[in-house]
């Protein structure tokens, strides 16, 4: 029997492998971020999660990525320190003597009963959601806008389809532009931790490549028409929506029924 397991505790992971071995049960680190497939059996959740100097819960941010798949014949799996009363839940403080037999009596996650997290760690697809919904009135995606809405005006100048010169788009709206993407910059760099633990490491490896290609032309005090065509700013900034479009069905499905 194979268990694919998440976790970044270094000290407990040795010593969980090794409860794993002793019962006859294989249990493999769930490479994510390695492009790993991603339909499994068996996942195992190590909680908390630490990020950044806290503890988060990050099993319902999976649940979601899984039903969103329509994987939900996965046995999703907990395993922590929390007197839990959940039949997919390991308790680490009090391990079953017969691990398969544990295991094959874990449910699905389509029957399996909702997992009611310990009270002292934090939900990280909370986080996600701040990320997305933003701490003021303006969203991440309408800050977005106003940041394409630049760029496009920059490249109508380009193409020539105004009446507004490049020479004048980089007085009157480039300092705009400049101002959107540090903006956006600020907002990934304050969350970038939190994607470490979510099932969308593609997509964080997207949009980092993404602002690393568009970057040179933000960052010139006066950036020629050839850099913004050279680093394809207008449809870097699509595919940035294209990903953290993928993103967000995972933390906020119910805006995407």
Request: glycine letters at 2%; charged letters at 25%; a positive charge.
């Amino acid at each position: 029997m194979k268990i694919y397991f998440i976790c970044n505790n270094p000290i407990l992971k040795p010593k969980l492998q090794a409860y794993f071995s002793a019962q006859k049960v294989e249990l493999l680190p769930y490479e994510f971020e390695k492009k790993l497939p991603r339909r499994v059996n068996h996942l195992l959740i190590v909680e908390p999660f630490y990020i950044r100097g806290d503890y988060y819960s990050i099993y319902t941010i999976w649940k979601s990525f899984f039903i969103r798949l329509k994987h939900t014949d996965i046995k999703l799996m907990v395993a922590g320190f929390g007197q839990i009363n959940y039949c997919n839940y390991l308790n680490l403080f009090n391990v079953p003597a017969d691990l398969p037999s544990w295991i094959n009596n874990t449910h699905d996650l389509e029957y399996g009963i909702e997992y009611m997290q310990d009270e002292f760690n934090a939900d990280v697809i909370k986080q996600m959601t701040k990320f997305f919904k933003g701490h003021d009135q303006i969203s991440l995606f309408e800050k977005l806008n106003y940041w394409e809405q630049s760029v496009k005006n920059i490249q109508s100048a380009i193409n020539g389809t105004i009446s507004r010169s490049y020479r004048q788009a980089l007085r009157q709206v480039f300092p705009m532009a400049q101002e959107q993407w540090r903006e956006f910059e600020h907002r990934w760099r304050s969350y970038k931790a939190f994607f470490s633990c979510c099932p969308f490491a593609n997509e964080k490896r997207n949009i980092i490549q993404l602002l690393e290609r568009i970057e040179p032309y933000f960052i010139h005090p006066k950036p020629n028409e050839s850099l913004f065509i050279k680093v394809q700013c207008t449809d870097s900034l699509s595919q940035i929506r294209k990903e953290l479009i993928k993103m967000d069905q995972y933390v906020r499905p119910e805006i995407y029924e």
